[in-house]
């Protein structure tokens, strides 16, 4: 049974940095995509960035130049490094893994509970 779990949200001011992490365990990241999604209140859940097996990535506009996904294959382990932070950002985070090594189109087939950002002053 897979599971992943996220850590390593809290509160942050604008302007500042918050670094995700999403640990897998009953499955492999080897040869799967991973990604990073985002609901935000009142919105539906959005794709943050995507990264596959051999480190290609995919972001979202919102989020270009000022996050950055990462991967770990050997630890099963994912990270979203987050930098100048904006109160728009404020969401739950969830981690993903697909079956599938896309760097486009991902497609999600396991999710993990979610951290909360919060981006406020």
């Known amino acids: 049974q897979v599971q992943l779990v996220e850590s390593g949200g809290g509160l942050v001011q604008p302007g500042g940095s918050l670094r995700l992490s999403c640990a897998a365990s009953?499955?492999?990241?080897?040869?799967?995509?991973t990604a990073w999604y985002r609901r935000a209140p009142g919105k539906q859940r959005e794709l943050v960035a995507s990264i596959t097996s051999g480190s290609e990535t995919n972001y979202a506009d919102s989020v270009l130049g000022r996050f950055t996904i990462a991967r770990d294959n050997a630890k099963n382990t994912m990270y979203l490094q987050m930098n100048s932070l904006k109160p728009e950002d404020t969401a739950v985070y969830y981690c993903?893994?697909?079956?599938?090594?896309?760097?486009?189109?991902?497609?999600?087939?396991?999710w993990g509970q979610g951290t909360q950002v919060t981006v406020s002053a």
């Open positions: 009953g499955s492999t990241f080897r040869d799967r995509a």
């Open positions: 993903s893994l697909s079956r599938y090594n896309r760097q486009y189109q991902f497609l999600p087939h396991y």
